[in-house]
């Protein structure tokens, strides 16, 4: 190889080696990722669209309403302070972690000390995966509901620790199986995953199951964390226990909460860590080095929120609960034999037979959205264990919801004719 003395190192490289694709080697962490399941039914979701198609969307639980109205007044006008608009302190601001103390003391009796005890964070899903490389690292083990929610068990591999799923339809036997992962298992799990009402199963619990884990937290030593993502939505009457209202509970974890669903503000970002000081400060710690805190705007308006808007909070609970009674009664109508939900955003509904038998949840959900144009998540999507059900979420109103139960209706009658004329042209 020769070069021009004068010419910069880069210059010399040769056309044919230049001309070969240099190779980006990624992260075995980011190797460690399954390809995304949902990429299928997002592409025929996006050709229909494109071709002018209404399809009704329960794919996610991303809200369709709005926040209320002084909400948005507040972080319009707090976006018109040049005040607001510097780096913001990396935990929150103290006044609305101060608010979420307060939220806790009414809703559940629960006592915080706002500066020791709260964080605020870009929506629960980043507080969570944070929190997991803050508590776990290679070697560690951690229990996660199965089905899951990708980020429960993304964040503990994110973290290079190992995961054990384990069945949460049944919380008597989640918890028993904890026990029983905790005497078998070495090393024994480090951490458990809490998340009730759960997503995607909507199983919920009452409070005494909250006592029974603190006590096998203590006993076994492992810490918790809850998801209490949806404990604005819930219905009939039923209101969702806190982990931090059991007795000890702050000696060993931390609980997630969100302003995403019950306040419908998923695009601000404003999620919350509360519970044992030691892990929050672990958390703060991860993070200040990886962000600079929320937008100071988003979180004067969230206080806002958090203050003033209790009733718009239990209307939309409400809204939740009507859209859940017409798509609940419509399938059932259809033969479904589904128990409605009594919290969450969504119904997890077991695929009815023949159908059942015949395909599994992907191949199932994608002729919906094919030949139904209605679009819902697989249960594989959230792990072998939710194969054989859909997740439907309450994002459409109730004449859309009333309209998919027909779409779905209708196209299951179609194909079941088709099978028929099939069976009868073979046997003609
Ligand atoms: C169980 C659960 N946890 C966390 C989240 C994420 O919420 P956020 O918008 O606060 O990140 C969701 C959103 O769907 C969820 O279902």
Redo the contacts with the bound molecule.
């Keep these: 190889m020769s070069h021009d003395q004068d010419s910069p190192v880069h210059d010399s490289v040769e056309p044919r080696e230049a001309a070969r694709p240099f190779k980006i080697d990624v992260s075995d962490r980011v190797k460690r990722l399954p390809a995304y399941l949902f990429a299928r039914i997002n592409q025929v979701k996006y050709e229909k669209r494109r071709a002018g198609i209404d399809v009704i969307d329960l794919g ?3 809200p369709s309403d709005a926040p209320a109205d002084i909400v948005v007044e507040k972080l319009a006008e707090a976006a018109r302070d040049p005040k607001n608009h510097g780096y913001a302190p990396a935990t929150g601001l103290m006044s609305l972690r101060r608010e979420v103390a307060a939220k806790y003391l009414k809703q559940w009796g629960v006592r915080l000390d706002p500066e020791r005890e709260t964080i605020v ?8 995966s944070h929190m997991c490389l803050a508590l776990l690292g290679p070697g560690d083990t951690a229990i996660v509901p199965a089905p899951s ?1 990708p ?2 068990l993304y964040g503990v591999y994110l973290a290079s620790a190992n995961a054990v799923t384990l069945d949460v339809m049944d919380s008597e036997r989640y918890l028993s199986n904890i026990a029983y992962a905790c005497q078998h298992l070495w090393p024994k799990p480090k951490l458990v995953i809490l ?1 009730y009402p ?3 199963t909507t199983v919920t619990i009452e409070p005494q199951f909250y006592v029974d884990v603190v006590k096998l937290a203590k006993k076994y030593g492992f810490m918790v964390i809850s ?1 209490l ?2 404990a604005d939505v819930t219905f009939d009457g039923y209101k969702t226990p806190s982990f931090l209202a059991a007795p000890g509970a702050k000696d060993v974890g931390v609980e ?6 019950g306040y419908n503000m ?1 695009g601000w ?3 919350f860590c509360v519970g044992n000081a030691e892990m929050v400060r672990a958390l703060a710690t991860i993070k200040g080095y990886y962000d600079y805190g929320m937008f100071t705007p988003i979180q004067i308006a969230a206080i806002v929120a958090l203050r003033h808007t209790d009733a718009q909070v239990e209307a939309q609970a409400k809204v939740y609960q009507r859209r859940r009674d017409v798509l609940v009664d419509g399938l059932n109508r259809l033969g479904w034999n589904l128990t409605p939900p009594r919290a ?2 969504f119904v997890w509904a077991k695929i009815p037979e023949p159908w059942a038998s015949k395909m599994g949840s992907l191949e199932f959900a994608t002729k919906l959205l094919e030949e139904g144009n209605v679009a819902v998540s697989p249960g594989a999507g959230f792990g072998e264990a939710g194969e054989g059900y859909l997740r439907l979420a309450l994002v459409e109103n109730e004449n859309r919801l009333r309209q998919a139960v027909r779409c779905i209706g209708k196209c299951l009658e179609q194909a079941a004719a088709k099978k028929q004329a099939r069976k009868v042209a073979k046997s003609g």
């Design positions: 996610m639980g991303n964070t870009l929506g629960s899903k980043e507080g969570f929610y980020a429960h998340n759960h997503n995607p998801d993502a949806y997630f909460t969100t302003m995403s669903k998923a970002r404003v999620g969450s955003m």
